[in-house]
């Protein structure tokens, strides 16, 4: 087995690439051996900027041996190996192949990547550009990479490649797309012409040749020689041509900046953006290892730290989520800061506990669907990244805020769940419920796989335009699903709804609204127009009111909230943007009905009482259970500055006797009652994170 598959991994990179006298090379093992890693990302290349010069990517600042290098340097690589070896740390070389300096790229102008109006990229960074992999650039990043496989490196890691929002243009693009289609590159901003989606799959394609074409090079030098590339995480890869599921197929691992954290962060997608990107990763990755980058800088605020719970948090939803973390950019100037020692916490418990993070499996009975084929086609807004811009949509049915907005209600109910893409569809039987936060571009073949899990029994809950598309955009007569959900289309979508209400019929005794005793529930901000065939509807919409000051609105007749049998299975479904409005507004009535669906149409497999604020997931290694609970007493909001805990909390779990409890981080047994539906395990004390091992699970 190869060792990037036979044990937890624990990156740690010391951003040296800015500052390579920032720290001596002794006292950097030291610190990621002292940190906990077994892995680290190496710099042996200066992307600082010199002079008039910007940062990147330039041949004079290599500092190993190759002959691509304008300048002689001290080779930092020869000299940093044996020193981390003898660590037991793991090297892999950080290779940046898309921020290349102004200078190296004026000296190389056919490499440069273009926009639509032929002026090659000059803003990376705010002041860098970039070379395209499929101009010669490609053979001599080829060069530079049998340099460095002379070494005993364990792994080379490449930031990026990539395409932007708008390129590529350079002739080596125009020339390849016209021996691939006949016809000439279309304009990447409109997404209106009909090859628009040739273009987006061309440079997929392109990226997914580049990275086997590197893979192979690095192979037949030495097959022990681990290769991953910066992936995408939870956004449309239109923009930057990054498919996961393609780009996994030839490399070894998956990794993304999920733990990536800017600017203003109580935005909703913040909260759980760790814990996202290491669910849907973890998916993607089809049996190999998957990572997400947590960055302890507060970007874009680059040498500013995050306090120690902020990356406490960041770190416990990525290994509660089945991925390997890898902390990125810890900068010389911070290495003695106070906010790192948590760091060397998590490395003691990983590395004290393999079992209970290495080559599980998770337990969860709920799946959430992340549309990635909606945000190819629907609506969608584009996150902040290091790549990209935030682009928001205006308008109803936002893929992304509808995604999030669900995520959000969903760790709310205390449920564990997974995050799936479309082509894990093949497996959902082992699924008790499927999520569809306004999956608007389902293929035909996907409905079918739904329609049958839920004839076979699973239970569905979806929302708003789901299914009302095909896979390329195009509005469909009908839902394809109309008749799972119960309803039929009487109309397009309306709103926005700024001051309504959804309101149940009088009298109402669905489960479904346990807890909700409003008569005036806020509305969610968009409704798409349904009508009753077989469903039941459990909340209508009132009339649309002219001003928040008006006389009370009448119910209507047009359903919000409609449940319907199909099956054996039980479907749930909103003609609305609920998830949408819970990522703005959390009302709590939103919470306790997505926390009623789950408890209606799953088994949680675990319950707790008076502890609102803490997440769970689950994950088992063989017959043995691995609890995973994060305290959030701060509330839904970033950054954190304390977490408070909470002590003796009863871990209730229906129908196991188990037979031992341990509290991972510190190896303390835990005090068990045996009642008569099942077990109670008592947590004496959560801090930030606890990992519970539990014996004597079945099922």
Known sequence: MAWWQDQPLRMIEVCETL??????????????????????????????????DSGGMNDDGFYFSTDLSRLQHPDRLAAYLPLAHAGGIRVVVYVNVHWISREFGARHPAWRQLKENGDPVAELYNTATSFCINTPYR???????????????????????????????CEACRRLFRERTGQDLPLKSDRRNPLWREMIAFQVASLKRFLADSDAVIKTAN????????????????????????????????????????????????????????????????????????????????FAMHQQCEISHLLAQTLAGGANYFISAIFPENIHSPSLEVLADYGRLVQNHPQAFHGTTSAARVALLWPALSAESYPS????TDFTQQAETEGAGDVFREFHGLYHALASSQAPFDVIDEQAF?????????????????????????????????????????????????????????????????????????????????PSSSPLLDGIDSAFIPSPTYGTQVALEDGQAVLYFRERMRGRIDSVPALSTQPCLVVN???????????????????????????????????????PPVQIEGAPWVEVSMRRNGQTCYLHLINQTTGPRRPM?????????????????????TALQDDRPLTIQLDADGSTVILDRLDDYAVVELEGWVG
């Open 223 to 302: 097959p022990e020689i681990a290769f991953y590339d910066n992936s995408n995480g939870l956004s449309p890869y239109w923009p930057r041509g990054q498919n996961n599921r393609e780009a996994i197929q030839v490399t070894d691992l998956l990794a993304a900046e999920g733990g990536y954290m800017y600017e203003d962060l109580n935005q909703a997608i913040y909260l759980y953006k760790a814990g996202v990107t290491a669910k849907l990763l973890s998916t993607q990755a089809a049996g190999k290892p998957s990572g997400v980058f947590i960055t302890t800088e507060h970007g874009p605020w680059t």
């Open 426 to 506: 093949d497996d959902i039987s082992r699924y008790q419920l499927l999520v569809l936060p306004n999956s608007g571009c389902l293929p035909a073949s996907a409905s079918v796989q739904i329609r049958e899990f839920v004839r076979q029994g699973g239970n569905l809950f979806a929302t708003f335009e789901t299914s009302r598309y095909d896979e390329y955009g195009t509005r469909l007569a009908e839902f394809r699903m109309a008749d799972l959900f119960g309803v039929r289309s009487a109309g397009g979508s309306f709103g926005p709804m700024r001051w309504d209400y959804i309101s149940p019929p009088v």
């Open 19 to 52: 500052n390579l006298n920032g720290i001596s090379l002794e006292e950097q093992a030291r610190l990621v051996a002292r940190l906990g890693g077994n892995v680290q990302h190496f710099h042996c290349m200066d992307h600082s900027a010199h002079g008039d």
């Open 641 to 661: 500055i304390a977490v408070q805990p909470l002590f003796n909390l009863p871990l209730h779990l229906p129908g196991q006797m188990i037979i031992g409890a």
């Open 381 to 384: 807004s584009i996150p902040v």
């Open 565 to 603: 049998r199909f099956g054996r299975g039980t479907v749930v479904y909103c003609a609305a943007t609920l998830g949408e409005t819970v990522m703005h507004l959390r009302f709590p009535e939103y919470l306790t009905l997505v926390r009623n669906i789950v408890e209606q149409l799953s088994a």
């Open 139 to 169: 053979d001599w990043v080829f060069r530079m990479l049998r340099d460095l496989c002379r070494y005993e490196i364990d792994g080379i890691f490449y930031d990026g490649p990539l395409f932007f929002g708008n390129t590529c243009y």
